[in-house]
């Protein structure tokens, strides 16, 4: 299995509080991506990396934001948290970004 | 940019009877292909890919698909399933040597019934 973990696992928080989600790979892997899935949805892409310091937005990139300081690390955030954001979420890598992706075992959010 | 249909939300079926699970792309390139599973509380994994060559691709757990680039299609197929085939699948696209990511569909879920 790719080495990806993703931190916490699970997570409650309330309306308007900021939340950071952690996904760390030890595969040094070039792209990483940060999706959430909701049922009726299927996996939705928020924003992906291409690079130390290279981000671009996904398809649902509103309320989020990401930052990637280091190879291993990118970090999703969201700024004000709402309840439309709960949600799981997943993070994948991959090597090139039209090839196979990797996921992590994914963050269970509940904003209350 | 590419695009992908999973024709169907949800399929029931008994064990040890075939399974089709469709799906459908759009693209105005070559494309690569992918289907994911995903087990109950977990990531996804890869199943089987479709980069290029054989249009018959064979994958974990006894799966396969097949590429047909005429009806742009990239159906999944088990002649015979297990109630552990019991799961969340999902297809996906990607352009040819492309630099965006890889496009998935909605999902299907199939569930196996004893």
């Known amino acids: 299995d790719a080495g990806i973990t993703q931190s916490p696992r699970h997570k409650v928080t309330e309306t308007g509080t900021p939340v950071t989600l952690r996904c760390h790979q030890t595969?040094?892997?070039?792209?990483m991506y940060w999706y959430r899935q909701d049922p009726g949805h299927g996996l939705r892409l928020i924003h992906y990396?291409?690079?130390?310091?290279?981000?671009d937005k996904g398809e649902v990139s509103d309320g989020y934001s990401v930052s990637r300081s280091k190879t291993e690390d990118f970090l999703l955030t969201l700024e004000s948290a709402t309840s439309s954001q709960t949600s799981v979420y997943f993070c994948?890598?991959?090597?090139?970004?039209?090839?196979?992706?990797?996921f992590g075992p994914g963050t269970r959010l509940l904003v209350l | 940019a590419q695009s992908v249909t999973q024709l169907d939300s949800q399929v029931p079926v008994f064990e040890e009877a075939p399974v089709e699970l469709r799906c459908n792309y759009s693209?105005?390139?070559?494309?690569?292909l992918f289907w994911y599973v995903q087990y109950p509380n977990q990531g996804l994994q890869l199943l089987l890919k479709?980069?290029?060559?054989?249009?018959l691709v064979k994958g974990i757990n006894g799966f396969e698909a097949e590429f047909n680039k005429s009806q742009t299609s990239f159906h999944l197929r088990k002649p015979s399933v297990h109630i552990s085939d019991t799961a969340e699948y999902f297809c996906?696209?990607?352009?040819?040597?492309?630099?965006?990511?890889?496009?998935f569909g909605k999902g299907t879920r199939l569930s196996v019934i004893a």
């Open positions: 996906a696209v990607s352009a040819f040597r492309g630099n965006t990511p890889l496009v």
């Open positions: 693209s105005s390139v070559s494309v690569y």
């Open positions: 479709y980069l290029s060559g054989s249009i």
């Open positions: 994948a890598i991959s090597e090139n970004p039209s090839e196979t992706q990797y």
């Open positions: 595969e040094n892997h070039r792209y």
């Open positions: 990396s291409y690079g130390v310091k290279d981000t």
